[in-house]
């Protein structure tokens, strides 16, 4: 059984889906551990889940095995073409094993750079620094079964993110998430934001191993970006599982924090079925993030796998 997870916050409307009291449930009523929001059938509301029921996890995108294991091999092809091409260079083997050993090296001390410098420069979330995120935080963690990461806010505005450095686990929130007070602007979107970076976590993109077995990949034209757009929508899954009601808070990556509530989330998703032309399709296969149309008819239409190419 796949339960979405209420989190804490105030009640905020939905009105994206048309109907109202989709946001927040109060604290009390549904403290910081997985809940299943179906309704009973006697009507006395949601339940907790029983014993021998679990969250079933959200389902990878049907694309991202196939393509996760053709990078791998891309990898390995670039990789060894490298090493040889050293070991013609230097007329020894052990170019070919400096190639083979420097890669995986280099790639974990830049992991390790990029993690250090939220550590010294962002504003880590804490129960005393922006308390309503680290609530929301630590209780979709824990539904999603999953050690509650560090968590910080980017003071530049650039987007959410997820990460890892050994085993650290940490998630990057944008800054425009907050209002001048530091407050959420909207709690709607900052937990599907967050539920969406914590996917990245549960589906293992952010492994050490699995970045280094795909990092030659990035080299083929086309391939390493049809992953990544693949991992972005099951990211997705796993956030509508978690938390569908922040589904509609998709439009802040159109029109930004601020405008994105005039944002018509249905009429930008049929533009993913009558948008057509040459450049534009191009632009989709280049773009490492499906296109926002394109995102938000896969969250619209559950029924439907996210384009991946054409």
Not at 161 to 173: E, K, P, Q, S, T
Not at 267 to 275: G, V
């Amino acid at each position: 059984m796949s339960c979405p997870m209420p989190v804490p916050g105030r009640s905020h409307g939905c009105s994206a889906h048309g109907v109202s009291g989709c946001g927040y449930v109060p604290e009390n009523r549904y403290p910081s551990a997985p809940y299943c929001r179906s309704v009973r059938p006697d009507g006395r509301g949601p339940y907790e889940l029983g014993e021998g029921e679990e969250i079933v996890p959200a389902p990878a995108h049907p694309w991202e095995a196939p393509l996760l294991l053709v990078c791998v091999v891309a990898n390995l092809v670039v990789l060894a073409s490298a090493g040889h091409l050293v070991g013609l260079l230097t007329g020894t083997w052990r170019g070919t094993v400096l190639v083979v050993v420097l890669v995986p090296a280099v790639y974990w001390a830049v992991r390790g750079l990029r993690h250090a410098r939220h550590r010294a420069e962002s504003v880590k979330v804490s129960p005393t620094q922006f308390p309503e995120a680290h609530r929301i935080i630590v209780t979709l963690s824990t539904a999603m079964g999953v050690r509650v990461p560090e968590a910080y806010v980017r003071v530049d505005g650039g987007p959410a993110d997820a990460g890892a450095h050994g085993l650290r686990r940490y998630l990057v929130l944008s800054g425009e998430l907050f209002d001048d007070d530091g407050r959420l602007g909207d709690p709607d979107a900052l937990a599907f934001a967050v539920a969406h970076q914590l996917g990245h976590v549960v589906a293992g993109h952010t492994g050490f191993w699995r970045r280094v077995a795909v990092l030659g990949a990035d080299l083929v034209p086309l391939l390493g970006a049809a992953l990544a757009r693949c991992s972005e929508y099951t990211a997705d899954n796993h956030a509508y599982a978690h938390f569908p009601e922040g589904a509609h808070t998709v439009r802040a990556h159109a029109g930004g924090a601020r405008l994105y509530p005039r944002v018509n989330m249905g009429e930008m998703a049929d533009r993913a079925r009558t948008d057509r032309g040459c450049s534009l399709l191009l632009y989709h296969l280049l773009s490492r993030r499906p296109s926002n149309v394109r995102r938000m008819a896969a969250l619209r239409d559950r029924g439907r796998r996210g384009r991946i190419f054409l």
